[in-house]
């Protein structure tokens, strides 16, 4: 495991999301707003315990697999769509996602009849475009380098619509962080949360809610070993590029932690659990063997980090992010 290093002055969160500004400290009372705000939209998912496995310490699993689109990513689309601006939203809305926001963007969208145009690396799972699309999105493939490129910029000025960005925006991160509010609530004695880290999105949203209030909690990023950008940010201690090897773990894994978020998520996670492919393809299997749960491969990357023992004893909250993988995928790891 990679620990966080110890927070300085000059690293302290302070302009909302944009290229070369640092995302803004969330607050609680913005993402209690947040929960509201989108509570119509999205499902409150159930906290269960894992069971029938051998395990290092008390698991409990945050199924946000069973939300409408199959992922978490509703939560934070829902909240930023709502607060966006009536007028820009006429020219339609667009954001660059390799499946699971896409959808949440697309499934707000259509919720609103408006317009949905989502940029897509070509390496996305079929299962996800196909998703995407039948929520009435138009999907644009581009290659990687330049799909991570709009993640980057915040947007592509040739695109017309509004953009919301699928990580280094204020108002998603929000709308993630009520995930935080309900375990907390529904396991109020928990010791640490570990979540998938592919932008910081979802991780910083959980840890702003769960530390506002526990601040002894601790909130640990998983990442796979074949891309692992935030464990090599927090050994550099600046946020660092690194050469991304493509798996099946398609929901997270990015090239480089995004500048904007670097203060934001060397602040407030303790530290990253980077796993290898096989430790995940295991935690899929034990999920649908054992629990009859389909997760994919980020949402599995959580339970396989949480199983090394790294995130420590006591009680751990496991947030299974979303189920959204290839038949023909899972099919291969179960088979095997």
Known sequence: ???????????????????????AAIRSEDIESARERIAPSIRRTPLLPLEGARMPCSMHLKLESLQPIGSFKLRG???????????????????????????????????RGIACRVIVPETAPETKIRAIEHLGATCVPVPYEEWWSILQNHGDPEEPGFFIHPVADASVIAGNGTIGLEILEDLPEVDAVVVPFGGGGLSCGIASAVKAARPDVRVFAAEVETAAPFAASLRAGAPMSIERVPSFVDGIGGSSVLPEMWPLASNLLDGSIVVGLEEVRNAVRMLVRDSRIVAEGAGAAALAAALTGAAGGGTVAVVISGGNIDASVLADILSK
Do not use: F, H
């Open 77 to 111: 689309a829902a909240n930023a769509m709502a607060l966006a601006d009536g007028k820009a939203l006429q020219r339609g809305v667009y954001t660059g996602s390799a499946g699971n926001m896409a959808q949440g963007i697309a499934y707000a969208a259509r919720e």
């Open 1 to 23: 495991m990679t620990a966080r290093p110890r927070p300085t002055p000059e690293s302290e969160p302070s302009l909302p999301g944009a290229p070369g500004r640092a995302v």
